[in-house]
């Protein structure tokens, strides 16, 4: 079942990020305004874990994923 923000969130990062379908680690710190060691925690930590994959070193996270995790109630 759809979250109650996913789209609000998934249309925020649309146009925050046209064209793409994964951000980097760096721009996921720029859009929660935290630096990029919390996004790295929050993407090895057990209970909702923010969803990422490992590419040549560098973690990629799929838009759609990371506006289905804003829209968690576990953040």
């Not at 609000?8 to 680690?25: D, H, M, S, T, Y």
């Not at 490992?54 to 953040?75: C, D, K, M, T, V």
Request: hydrophobic residues 35%; aromatic residues 6%; proline residues 7%.
């Amino acid at each position: 079942m759809e979250k109650p923000d996913y789209r609000i969130n998934l249309e925020r990062l649309l146009e925050l990020f046209p064209g793409k379908a994964a951000i980097n680690v760096k721009d996921v710190a720029n859009v929660l305004g935290c630096d990029e060691r919390r996004v790295r925690s929050s993407i090895s930590r057990k209970r909702n874990p923010l969803p990422a994959v490992r590419l040549g070193g560098q973690y990629s996270i799929s838009i759609p994923s990371f506006a289905r995790w804003l829209s968690s109630s576990e953040r």
